[in-house]
């Protein structure tokens, strides 16, 4: 995934969060993203999964793993978390938290998103979250998480 860091220059431009922008690799996984559908990709040759999809695939290093994306549950439990206090990123406010997940239907698959309840939502290891979408552009949303108790 490329980043878009070129915000448009005006003479005060607010803080315009930046963009993915989906290359071959990526592809199908912001398609599904952008109908509120988290995937993980799947390598055609040893049939793991993986995220984010890379040029090989992590498991048996292929380099041509033909990643197809596959929907999933999209439930997941906390590992750690971050609240960030200092604004380093722009189109973000601090505070905000950063949570670290493992999607319950592939555990060895971990994300790290915001949480969108808040940066003083209360968490433990293990608290239950839901994925959420964050529609930051034209066909374009960025997963995030929620407690599972407010989904
Ligand atoms: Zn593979």
């Not at 003479?11 to 952008?34: F, N």
């Not at 033909?66 to 549950?73: H, R």
């Amino acid at each position: 995934m490329e980043i878009d860091q070129h915000a448009a220059g005006t003479a005060a431009p607010p803080p315009v969060r930046i963009i993915p922008i989906p290359d071959a690799t990526s592809a199908g996984y912001w398609e599904a993203a952008a109908n509120h559908v988290l995937t993980v990709a799947r390598c055609a040759v040893c049939g793991q999964t993986t995220l984010p999809p890379d040029m090989s695939c992590p498991h048996c290093h292929t380099t041509e793993p033909g990643f197809t994306f596959v929907p999933v549950e999209g439930k997941a439990r906390v590992r750690t978390w971050t609240v960030i206090r200092r604004p380093f990123l722009q189109g973000f406010t601090p505070p905000f938290m950063l949570v670290d997940v493992e999607l319950n239907d592939h555990p060895h698959i971990r994300m790290v998103a915001g949480l969108l309840d808040g940066a003083e939502a209360k968490l433990e290891i293990g608290t239950p979250v839901v994925v959420a979408f964050e529609d930051i552009a034209p066909k374009i949303s960025v997963p995030a998480f929620r407690l599972e108790k407010s989904a």
